[in-house]
């Protein structure tokens, strides 16, 4: 399975290929609702940010041989808990969104640095609550974005091509009618 180092570099690769996956987009096109279902990119940063929360909540109950609580039980089910914190995340700023990101990934760093050895030497309850909640959850939206604006990029270059039709025929086009 490999250690700390090795699940490390590949939770900083798949949070890295996540990064990149909304880097350039504008401010407004960060809020643009329709990336997955009726999120943003804002609302999956926030998504994001909730998953590394509650790796932070039960990886330490985790290592002292405790159960985290079962989702279905709390909350109804995986996708009741998600909507909840979109919903409790909705009024947050995009920035607040972006300054919380990175400071729960890095305290999640943090985190995994000071975490027993012994957890990163074999496949643990441990690893599996990191693995769903991080580096596995990223990719899963990452390809989400990245789908999202590729449709966006076509729709784009097919309304372009749409105005360059138009443009080439207008001056054939007698506003008064027929001559």
Same mark, same amino acid.
């Given at each position: 399975m490999g250690?700390?180092?090795? %699940? &490390?570099k590949? &939770? =900083?690769? *798949? $949070? *890295? *290929?996540?990064? #990149?996956?909304y880097a350039g987009l504008s401010d407004a096109q960060l809020m643009e609702p329709g990336v997955t279902g009726a999120w943003s990119v804002r609302d999956i940063l926030a998504h994001v940010?909730? $998953? #590394?929360? #509650? *790796? &932070?909540?039960h990886l330490p109950l985790i290592l002292e041989g405790g159960t985290p609580p079962r989702y279905s039980v709390l909350y109804g089910g995986i996708d009741a808990f998600n909507g909840r914190m979109t919903e409790q995340k909705g009024s947050f700023s995009l920035s607040e969104v972006l300054s919380? %990101? =990175?400071h729960i990934h890095r305290r999640l760093i943090d985190f995994i640095q000071s975490a027993p050895e012994d957890q990163f030497i074999r496949e643990t309850r441990f690893r599996r609550r990191l693995r769903l909640d991080t580096y596995g959850h990223y990719p899963k939206h990452a390809e989400g974005i990245w789908k999202w604006r590729e449709q966006r990029r076509a729709r784009f270059a097919e309304r372009r091509r749409a105005e360059e039709i138009i443009d080439r025929d207008l001056p054939f086009i007698n506003p008064n009618g027929p001559i």
């Open positions: 250690d700390r180092r090795q %699940l &490390l590949r &939770l =900083d690769t *798949a $949070w *890295a *290929a996540f990064k #990149e996956s940010t909730t $998953w #590394e929360e #509650e *790796a &932070l909540k919380q %990101l =990175d």
